[in-house]
């Protein structure tokens, strides 16, 4: 389907097809024919989204031979390929990526100001789509960009949901979320590939039956969905390489099935065509608490079923041998959303291609790996085995076989040890009969990956130590990585030209020549320039944020930032106690404001909107945000902004601005973090606890330049065993009973001193994450932040220390260790 039917004839249809020449002329003439024959508008009646649209469809244009050769040379050199398997990518916007990759900004920037346009304008117009809920979305799109750059073959497969993250709004300072309708005004990136569509089969039963002198299986669904591609450009920076993200949009079947009409569940039936369309609708936005709905395990096995089948019927060639899959292939699994793709691919096997279920297993077991993201038990998915039956009937039977399996072969290795084996079950039956997708997945995948190298020993020692001890060979680390060419090179120019202008232009795909610049932390010039890069960008942020929000931000501030879902663990409560504490002070005069450093605290966080307690804490924030803020006390000495809907976009202007980045949660709990690597490169400093990637940022710029605190992860493991009681340390330091007094007076909620109930007793009486615990740490490494800003050459050495000693932290060195720890493994 991908290739000519025969052979052409005619000279044109030979040669390889071109790019349009990048000039500005040749740019003006493409534009406007897009604009003209593609959107149908003339430029003097166009209106800005149309101008976007047809500026995305130009450079779109440029990239299209460079993809098509993308494809067709992959297909000829047959090299192995990385199938990875994300349910969720944060991609933030395109147009902006698009034209670096392509090199096209100042052309464009010059075209459209021929047009009498602005390309910043037209480029703000672009929604982006958020199809991701935060880290782990956002690391896909991280990874399948640096893949690109490094020209290594990857198809990203994914979910195209008709609805992403949900806009965040707040009314009287509470969350209310908003659909996010990303494909409303037309979207521009995405190409549907009907003719590649792919059926998806739900339901049913199983039954067996005689294949000659062989007793199989087969399934017989009830119910079927069409899986419509979209394909996306993923373009590498500047290296004539267009990778391909394909996403999977939910469609009704168009012919009813008599046969399953019939045969099946009459209503049943006709639901299925009726709510096809609901499966790709939504993004679940649950972020650490999986969602055991029906719906998302149909997405699930949705796209996953969609990828397998395109990959082996549509990316492979015609005629190709199944038992060289494992040679062409690796299927990253990222966490364990798609894991039903393992007895997928075992059940074309089996079922489909006859095979021997040792044979199909020994294939199987080649293709995947899988990398969790998480250590918080609540967040390990399971499946009710009920749910599972009535679902996929074949593929749990699939499940209960691979089980037996492997646990027969821990019977075998460790006779007598029944406690063993099933503590190793991948089906459990506690608290109900169900299906630990994590067992599965580190059942079935060759390797298995933490996130951090704490992470991954945590992960090893703590949530898998029975499989741990089984394959010690199996297990690894690939610390994450972000990608340099959004998070540095696109949304900091000021300082990439800094840093150009030292290095040279290297940098952007070798991010370790980073160290390079570590003599300039001496220079006092350097060190001049640097910090009016970072003013230019907190005035960028100040003016966005004053269209955006009407937030007014003012003054010479130490821009202090926390932006992150809102989660427990993460701590926002710790870093609204020290606020608070900082405002007890101030108005009761226990300090000389005059000596307070002027701090702005800018927070940015979405909660799930089931997360109740998350809600509470959102409020809490706005709430001692608005009190502060009006307050003539401290005027000019602290501020703090909450701006609605933190995402991509408004990352790209934050991280850049920021002056301390706040890495704050309990130790073991942030599997990585990925917000600390774009801060730390954008030469914010950090002030962190000794969790995630944070010990490994940590231990790269020196402990001269970065504010540790807090319990370490035995400090908090020796704690929890010896009863953790909140209640003793707000008993114990009068600095945090003030603050939690004071939050509890009503003093931030009119009088009301019920307003906040939720949250303060929670602290006082459970505090899971005990943020009571490292208040106190955490004031007094904040002291020794206002005394390190004080003196701003001392700083600025150390932000660029924290830019020249974090190159490692490039999504380019994680593909670099998953391609020598797993995919070639
Ligand atoms: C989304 C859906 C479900 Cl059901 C569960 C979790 C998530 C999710 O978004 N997880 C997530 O973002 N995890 C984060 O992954 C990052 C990338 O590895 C880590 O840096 C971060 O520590 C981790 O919390």
């Known amino acids: 389907?991908?290739?000519?039917?025969?052979?052409?004839?005619?000279?044109?249809?030979?040669?390889?097809?071109?790019?349009?020449?990048?000039?500005?002329?040749?740019?003006?003439?493409?534009?406007?024919?897009?604009?003209?024959?593609?959107?149908?508008?003339?430029?003097?009646?166009?209106?800005?989204?149309?101008?976007?649209?047809?500026?995305?469809?130009?450079?779109?244009?440029?990239?299209?031979?460079?993809?098509?050769?993308?494809?067709?040379?992959?297909?000829?050199?047959?090299?192995?390929?990385?199938?990875?398997?994300?349910?969720e990518y944060l991609l933030g916007r395109q147009l902006?990526?698009?034209?670096?990759?392509?090199?096209?900004?100042?052309?464009?920037?010059?075209?459209?100001?021929?047009?009498?346009?602005?390309?910043?304008?037209?480029?703000?117009?672009?929604?982006?789509?958020?199809?991701?809920?935060?880290?782990?979305?956002?690391?896909?799109?991280?990874?399948?960009?640096?893949?690109?750059?490094?020209?290594?073959?990857?198809?990203?497969?994914?979910?195209?949901?008709?609805?992403?993250?949900?806009?965040?709004?707040?009314?009287?300072?509470?969350q209310v979320e908003q659909p996010d309708t990303w494909l409303s005004l037309g979207e521009p990136w995405g190409f549907p590939h009907p003719e590649a569509a792919v059926q998806v089969d739900f339901g049913g039963y199983t039954e067996t039956y005689r294949d000659g002198d062989v007793e199989r299986t087969r399934w017989v669904p009830s119910w079927n969905v069409l899986g419509l591609p979209y394909n996306y450009m993923v373009p590498g920076y500047q290296n004539g390489r267009v990778n391909t993200l394909r996403l999977w949009s939910a469609q009704a079947t168009k012919a009813f099935d008599l046969a399953i009409f019939n045969a099946g569940d009459y209503a049943e039936a006709v639901r299925a065509q009726t709510f096809a369309e609901n499966i790709t609708k939504v993004l679940y936005p649950e972020d650490s608490t999986p969602q055991g709905k029906e719906l998302r395990l149909q997405q699930q096995y949705f796209f996953v079923a969609c990828s397998i089948r395109d990959f082996i019927n549509q990316v492979m060639e015609p005629g190709f041998d199944l038992h060289d899959l494992p040679e062409r292939v690796t299927f990253q699994l990222n966490d364990t959303h798609p894991v039903i793709a393992v007895p997928e691919l075992m059940r074309i096997l089996v079922d489909e291609h006859k095979w021997e279920w040792d044979e199909a297993w020994d294939v199987t077991k080649r293709c995947f790996a899988y990398t969790c993201h998480t250590l918080l038990p609540e967040a390990l998915e399971v499946w009710p085995v009920d749910l599972l039956g009535r679902l996929l009937p074949r593929h749990l039977e699939i499940i209960y076989q691979i089980n037996d399996a492997f646990l027969a072969e821990v019977r075998e290795r460790f006779p007598n040890d029944e406690l063993r084996a099933r503590s190793m079950s991948i089906v459990t039956d506690y608290p109900d009969r169900s299906v630990r997708m994590a067992y599965l997945a580190t059942v079935a995948g060759m390797k298995v990956n933490g996130v951090a190298a704490l992470h991954s020993q945590l992960l090893a020692d703590k949530v898998l130590p029975a499989f741990s001890e089984y394959w010690p060979?199996?297990?690894?680390?690939?610390?994450?990585?972000?990608?340099?060419?959004?998070?540095?090179?696109?949304?900091?120019?000021?300082?990439?030209?800094?840093?150009?202008?030292?290095?040279?232009?290297?940098?952007?795909?070798?991010?370790?020549?980073?160290?390079?610049?570590?003599?300039?932390?001496?220079?006092?010039?350097?060190?001049?320039?640097?910090?009016?890069?970072?003013?230019?960008?907190?005035?960028?942020?100040?003016?966005?944020?004053?269209?955006?929000?009407?937030?007014?931000?003012?003054?010479?501030?130490?821009?202090?930032?926390?932006?992150?879902?809102?989660?427990?663990?993460?701590?926002?409560?710790?870093?609204?106690?020290?606020?608070?504490?900082?405002?007890?002070?101030?108005?009761?005069?226990?300090?000389?404001?005059?000596?307070?450093?002027?701090?702005?605290?800018?927070?940015?966080?979405?909660?799930?909107?089931?997360?109740?307690?998350?809600?509470?804490?959102?409020?809490?924030?706005?709430?001692?945000?608005?009190?502060?803020?009006?307050?003539?006390?401290?005027?000019?000495?602290?501020?703090?902004?909450?701006?609605?809907?933190?995402?991509?976009?408004?990352?790209?202007?934050?991280?850049?601005?920021?002056?301390?980045?706040?890495?704050?949660?309990?130790?073991?709990?942030?599997?990585?973090?990925?917000?600390?690597?774009?801060?730390?490169?954008?030469?914010?400093?950090?002030?962190?606890?000794?969790?995630?990637?944070?010990?490994?940022?940590?231990?790269?710029?020196?402990?001269?330049?970065?504010?540790?605190?807090?319990?370490?992860?035995?400090?908090?493991?020796?704690?929890?065993?010896?009863?953790?009681?909140?209640?003793?340390?707000?008993?114990?330091?009068?600095?945090?009973?003030?603050?939690?007094?004071?939050?509890?007076?009503?003093?931030?909620?009119?009088?009301?001193?019920?307003?906040?109930?939720?949250?303060?007793?929670?602290?006082?009486?459970?505090?899971?994450f005990m943020a009571l615990a490292d208040f106190a740490s955490y004031v007094d490494a904040q002291a020794a932040v206002e005394a390190a800003y004080a003196d701003q050459e001392a700083w600025s050495k150390m932000a660029i220390l924290n830019v020249a000693r974090t190159g490692f932290f490039s999504s380019d060195r994680s593909m670099r260790d998953y391609l020598s720890r797993i995919w070639r493994a």
């Open 1 to 87: 389907r991908y290739g000519p039917m025969t052979t052409p004839t005619h000279p044109l249809a030979l040669a390889p097809v071109t790019a349009p020449p990048a000039t500005v002329d040749g740019f003006v003439k493409e534009f406007l024919r897009e604009l003209n024959t593609g959107q149908g508008v003339a430029l003097s009646r166009s209106t800005v989204n149309d101008q976007y649209l047809a500026l995305a469809r130009t450079v779109r244009h440029y990239l299209m031979a460079r993809w098509l050769e993308t494809t067709r040379h992959q297909r000829e050199t047959k090299e192995k390929a990385v199938g990875y398997l994300s349910a």
């Open 473 to 768: 060979e199996k297990f690894t680390n690939v610390t994450n990585g972000v990608t340099p060419r959004r998070f540095l090179r696109l949304a900091n120019p000021w300082l990439s030209q800094l840093i150009t202008d030292a290095l040279g232009v290297g940098w952007v795909t070798d991010l370790d020549r980073l160290a390079e610049l570590e003599p300039y932390a001496q220079d006092e010039d350097f060190r001049k320039a640097f910090r009016e890069a970072k003013q230019t960008n907190k005035e960028r942020l100040y003016a966005l944020l004053r269209a955006r929000d009407g937030i007014e931000l003012s003054g010479d501030h130490l821009l202090d930032v926390m932006v992150k879902r809102l989660h427990e663990y993460k701590r926002q409560t710790l870093k609204i106690l020290h606020i608070v504490s900082l405002y007890e002070q101030i108005i009761h005069e226990r300090v000389d404001p005059t000596t307070i450093t002027p701090r702005t605290v800018v927070f940015g966080a979405k909660a799930a909107p089931g997360y109740r307690l998350a809600k509470e804490i959102i409020y809490l924030i706005n709430k001692v945000g608005e009190t502060v803020n009006t307050d003539p006390r401290v005027a000019g000495r602290l501020q703090i902004a909450f701006p609605a809907n933190y995402n991509v976009t408004l990352a790209e202007k934050l991280i850049p601005a920021a002056d301390l980045s706040e890495q704050i949660s309990l130790a073991g709990m942030e599997a990585s973090g990925t917000g600390n690597m774009k801060f730390a490169l954008n030469g914010a400093l950090t002030i962190g606890t000794d969790d995630g990637a944070n010990v490994e940022i940590r231990q790269l710029v020196g402990d001269d330049n970065f504010f540790g605190f807090g319990m370490t992860e035995p400090e908090v493991a020796a704690l929890g065993a010896s009863g953790y009681q909140p209640g003793s340390y707000y008993e114990s330091n009068p600095q945090l009973k003030a603050a939690i007094d004071l939050i509890a007076s009503g003093a931030f909620s009119g009088g009301d001193r019920n307003a906040f109930e939720p949250v303060v007793s929670n602290l006082l009486y459970h505090d899971r």
């Open 96 to 174: 902006g990526n698009a034209l670096l990759a392509t090199d096209l900004g100042e052309i464009a920037e010059k075209a459209m100001a021929a047009c009498g346009l602005d390309l910043v304008t037209l480029r703000a117009q672009e929604v982006e789509p958020g199809l991701g809920n935060g880290g782990l979305g956002r690391l896909a799109a991280c990874f399948v960009d640096s893949l690109a750059t490094m020209s290594i073959p990857c198809i990203g497969y994914g979910i195209r949901y008709e609805y992403g993250i949900f806009k965040q709004t707040f009314v009287d300072g509470r």
